[in-house]
């Protein structure tokens, strides 16, 4: 069971918008900045959004992040076929001293 | 460019050890801090260990607490995992991971490719 909660599945049509949640606490998101990684199959996460909603470089602006109280968002829109992967909120855990992260959304792009 | 290349994986028994590197380039690596994060077999990441820019603190998952050893040569651009006493739930691909922004605002800005541990008799 992970410390930050994220929903096992998720799925749009093409051209779609689709949103995934993390939440978590006081002791992490709560009070600290959150990221959102990228897993396409097969592959190495890849960094997606820190400090709770800036893209890297390289990112497209179909991805946003927000954040409020002890839960955040990841947005995508304009789906495509190439979004289909494994997503994972991350942060720090000031009373684990422990980074988190949450269990991992799959999403499927019908 | 910054590069993250793990290496040392391979099959070991359980209660035996391994030791895994990670050799980093394309960045002043004393200047970071680096995290190892595993992800078994069709499941999710789950954090390992960090070690702090300057070696002066390391903390670890309780999964691993008392059995994994966190470590980094400077000179050798190098970021290391010592693992003992290994179990079957050790199973997983082990990632090296840099960390980039002060603690409250970290996050893992690259990784590695992942190197494979397996954990069976």
């Known amino acids: 069971q992970s410390v930050l909660t994220q929903p096992p599945s998720v799925s749009a049509a093409p051209g779609q918008k689709v949103t995934i949640s993390c939440s978590g606490s006081s002791s992490n998101i709560g009070n600290y900045y959150l990221s959102w990684y990228q897993q396409l199959p097969g592959t190495a996460p890849k960094l997606l959004i820190y400090d709770n909603n800036e893209r890297p470089s390289g990112i497209p602006d179909r991805f946003s992040g927000s954040k409020s109280g002890t839960s955040a968002t990841l947005g995508i829109t304009g789906l495509q076929t190439g979004d289909e992967a494994d997503y994972y909120c991350?942060?720090?855990?000031?009373?684990?001293?422990?980074?988190?992260f949450g269990g991992g959304t799959k999403l499927t792009v019908l | 460019q910054v590069q993250l290349v793990e290496s040392g994986g391979g099959v070991v028994q359980p209660g035996r050890s391994l030791r895994l590197s990670c050799a980093a380039s394309?960045?002043?690596?004393?200047?970071?801090?680096m995290y190892w994060v595993r992800q078994a077999p069709g499941k999710g990441l789950e954090w390992v260990a960090v070690i702090w820019y300057d070696g002066s603190r390391q903390y670890y998952a309780d999964s691993v607490k008392g059995r994994f050893a966190i470590s980094r040569d400077d000179s050798k651009n190098t970021l290391y995992l010592q693992m003992n006493t290994l179990r079957a739930e050790d199973t997983a691909v082990y990632y090296c991971?840099?960390?980039?922004?002060?603690?409250?605002?970290?996050?893992?800005?690259?990784w590695g490719q992942g190197t494979l541990v397996t954990v069976s008799s």
């Open positions: 394309g960045f002043t690596f004393s200047s970071y801090g």
């Open positions: 991971a840099r960390v980039a922004g002060a603690v409250i605002k970290s996050y893992l800005d690259y």
């Open positions: 991350g942060t720090w855990d000031s009373s684990l001293s422990a980074w988190v």
